[in-house]
């Protein structure tokens, strides 16, 4: 039986594997409520990435410009909270991130996105984990995660980028509702 107390843990996966954003995609948490649904400013800081940048006839693009959160300064998106579900609404890519929110606001969302055309198959996984504070000021802060694979004409790409990411409540929501 000690040997496989001290193996490697069965759900020892990649947390940005498919299978596993989509797994956390579906779970619901155990909060009661819409507190934290509205609508919030975002302020992103990217930490690492790793990605190349591709050249072709038409010139150079540096994956690392072209992520999710390299927004405007105004970013925003849409949060709605429906009990121990929660979903983000970004308005770059129109990215859904789906999946739980506890009481507590600690919550995961994740998205799974496949784009093909002519010379290009892209999958982009997306994975945010933090925490949302109460009213009367919500916010939240979390990491965010992107992994972008696939081929890009004769390039083959996996590569990783993780953002800090703070939201602030600018608009929605009922903050007399419980949680």
Same mark, same amino acid.
């Given at each position: 039986?000690?040997?496989?107390?001290? *193996?490697?843990?069965? =759900?020892? @996966? =990649?947390?940005? +594997?498919?299978?596993?954003?989509? $797994?956390? #995609?579906?779970?619901?948490?155990?909060? /009661? *409520?819409?507190?934290?649904?509205?609508?919030?400013?975002?302020?992103?800081?990217?930490?690492?990435?790793?990605?190349?940048?591709?050249?072709?006839?038409?010139?150079?693009?540096?994956?690392?410009?072209?992520?999710?959160?390299?927004?405007?300064? $105004?970013?925003?998106?849409?949060?709605?909270?429906?009990?121990?579900?929660?979903?983000?609404?970004?308005?770059?890519?129109?990215?859904?991130?789906?999946?739980?929110?506890?009481?507590? *606001?600690?919550?995961? /969302?994740?998205?799974?996105?496949?784009?093909?055309?002519?010379?290009?198959?892209?999958?982009?996984?997306? @994975?945010?984990? #933090?925490?949302?504070?109460?009213?009367?000021?919500?916010?939240?802060?979390?990491?965010?995660?992107?992994?972008?694979? *696939?081929?890009?004409? +004769?390039?083959?790409?996996?590569?990783?980028?993780?953002? $800090?990411?703070?939201?602030?409540?600018?608009?929605?929501? $009922?903050?007399?509702?419980?949680?």
């Amino acid at each position: 039986m000690l040997a496989f107390a001290c *193996g490697p843990r069965p =759900d020892a @996966r =990649d947390p940005l +594997d498919p299978d596993v954003l989509e $797994d956390l #995609g579906q779970e619901q948490g155990n909060a /009661v *409520g819409d507190t934290w649904s509205g609508v919030y400013r975002l302020e992103s800081e990217r930490i690492d990435c790793n990605c190349p940048t591709i050249s072709d006839a038409h010139g150079s693009v540096a994956i690392c410009e072209l992520e999710t959160l390299n927004q405007p300064e $105004d970013a925003r998106i849409e949060v709605i909270q429906a009990d121990g579900q929660l979903l983000w609404l970004t308005p770059v890519e129109e990215i859904r991130l789906t999946g739980s929110v506890d009481a507590n *606001g600690s919550f995961v /969302v994740t998205a799974v996105q496949t784009e093909a055309a002519a010379a290009v198959t892209l999958q982009s996984l997306s @994975r945010a984990e #933090g925490q949302l504070e109460r009213p009367p000021a919500p916010r939240f802060h979390a990491d965010y995660w992107q992994r972008v694979s *696939g081929e890009l004409g +004769d390039e083959t790409i996996d590569c990783r980028s993780h953002f $800090d990411v703070v939201g602030t409540r600018i608009d929605g929501g $009922d903050s007399s509702s419980s949680s």
